[in-house]
């Protein structure tokens, strides 16, 4: 790897940690990076996974404040997230690897649909009342299925997630977010230990982005709230966009 590729990568893993930490959605600056680098994406996407895991565990800490009094919505969701992203790395490590081929490139543009309507889904969520939903299986049942994509492809599972969480839950939206970030840092973690243990990494990458990831990820749990949303959700998408571009056109 030369310099100016180790460079690219850990800027992107900067990118990605504080965006996940914001809002969500890194996987779509550096599995991009990783994809106009020559990595094939299966390579692509396990060694993001890993690089990833450390930045979400700094993005908790940036928000362990909001995440005083939610212990009992960590444990409830958290265990079906973990559950989530062991079946979601086993079906990318064990399925074909055309399947992930063919599958990725609408997975990323279900991806840039749902970024480009966050602010019509947050307001939906936020004008909906609990009723009641927060104790039935729903919830639980919810943190599986988003932990099984984010274990499978990890784009825009922050998105899923704070969707999810805004409508069943009356809380504060930074409250929600810590939470968000906790969970996605369970799914991120569990799938990289499969991924660690079952898969073939790129370490220099893994190396560059988890750096990154971890400057990313705190610097965006503290001053994140200070960007604007409108023009992180463009960039998100034209990013997106030009990864399932290239994957459709086989350019990898």
Not at 114 to 132: E, T
Not at 222 to 231: D, E, T, V
């Amino acid at each position: 790897m030369e310099l100016w590729e180790a460079a690219a990568v850990l800027l992107a893993g900067i990118a990605a940690g504080a965006i996940n930490s914001i809002a969500g959605s890194g996987t779509l600056f550096t599995f991009p990076a990783l994809l106009a680098l020559g990595y094939p994406p299966i390579t692509a996407t396990v060694s993001n996974s890993i690089g990833l895991a450390p930045g979400s565990i700094s993005s908790a800490i940036a928000y362990r404040r909001e995440l005083a009094g939610q212990r009992g919505r960590v444990l409830r969701m958290g265990g079906m997230s973990l559950m989530g992203a062991a079946t979601g790395a086993l079906l990318l490590i064990y399925l074909p690897a055309g399947v992930f081929e063919k599958v990725v490139p609408f997975m990323i543009g279900a991806a840039c649909v749902l970024i480009l309507l966050q602010p019509r889904i947050s307001r939906w969520a936020r004008a909906r009342k609990p009723s009641g939903r927060e104790n039935g299986p729903l919830l639980p049942l919810s943190a599986y299925l988003t932990g099984t994509y984010g274990g499978y492809f990890a784009a825009a599972q922050g998105i899923i997630l704070m969707s999810i969480l805004g409508a069943a839950l009356d809380e504060d939206l930074q409250r929600l977010n810590a939470l968000k970030n906790l969970l996605a840092g369970i799914v991120n973690g569990v799938a990289a230990l499969f991924y660690i243990v079952l898969a073939s990494p790129s370490w220099p990458v893994v190396g560059l982005i988890a750096a990154g990831s971890i400057m990313g990820g705190y610097l965006g749990g503290r001053f994140g709230r200070r960007m604007s949303a409108a023009a992180l959700r463009v960039v998100l998408v034209v990013v997106g966009l030009s990864a399932a571009v290239q994957l459709l056109l086989g350019r990898v």
